[in-house]
């Protein structure tokens, strides 16, 4: 695991970080990125609007890291009452209904989704990924068993970073888009704190 810089600490997202979510997603979407630089340094496919990030927020902050006033990087949180709020996701939850952790439903576990990643170019090998996971783990682990997320298959450095953290493969499925690994991470199975 790359070691976090001591300066970098995750915390809720406030509403006024949602804007600086947004211009961090637009640049580090798929179709914006050349594709030589989306198979080196990952990217991300949803796009959200403002009013949908703040509806997002009100249920639950998303965690964010900063660098001074710079946005280093951000995790939304996306309870399972959002599964109404981006139709486009309805394929996961459809699946995370039908899978099983540990010979167990997983609707039987206290869990949410993690809707989306990112770290800004200049923070990258910094521990920022790491640190949002942490941040997550710290916020919601005390009323949550797991955390969920998705990833494209064709993204290997997001593959490669959440299996870092601690991430196990739970299924897997195609939609209209692309084939997509579905995982999970055991908050009892945290990450060494910081040193």
Not at 70 to 92: K, N, S
Not at 124 to 138: D, I, N, T
Not at 170 to 181: I, N, S, V, Y
């Amino acid at each position: 695991m790359t070691a976090t810089d001591a300066t970098l600490r995750a915390e809720p997202a406030r509403e006024d970080d949602l804007p600086a979510i947004l211009a961090l997603q637009r640049e580090n979407l798929a179709r914006a990125l050349a594709p030589d630089e989306a198979a080196s340094q990952g990217f991300v496919t949803i796009v959200h609007t403002l009013e949908l990030l703040q509806r997002m927020h009100v249920m639950a902050p998303s965690v964010v890291v900063r660098d001074g006033a710079t946005l280093a990087g951000y995790a939304l949180t996306m309870p399972l009452g959002c599964r109404a709020l981006i139709p486009v996701l309805d394929p996961m939850f459809c699946l995370s209904d039908a899978l099983a952790w540990r010979g167990r439903p997983l609707s039987s576990y206290r869990y949410y989704v993690m809707g989306q990643i990112c770290v800004a170019r200049q923070h990258r090998g910094r521990g920022v990924f790491q640190e949002l996971y942490r941040g997550h783990a710290e916020l919601y682990a005390p009323d949550h068993d797991l955390v969920v997320t998705e990833i494209s298959a064709r993204n290997g450095r997001s593959r490669r970073a959440h299996e870092k953290v601690g991430f196990f493969e739970l299924g897997r499925h195609r939609d209209a888009t692309d084939d997509w690994l579905f995982v999970g991470w055991d908050f009892a199975v945290r990450p060494a704190a910081r040193r």
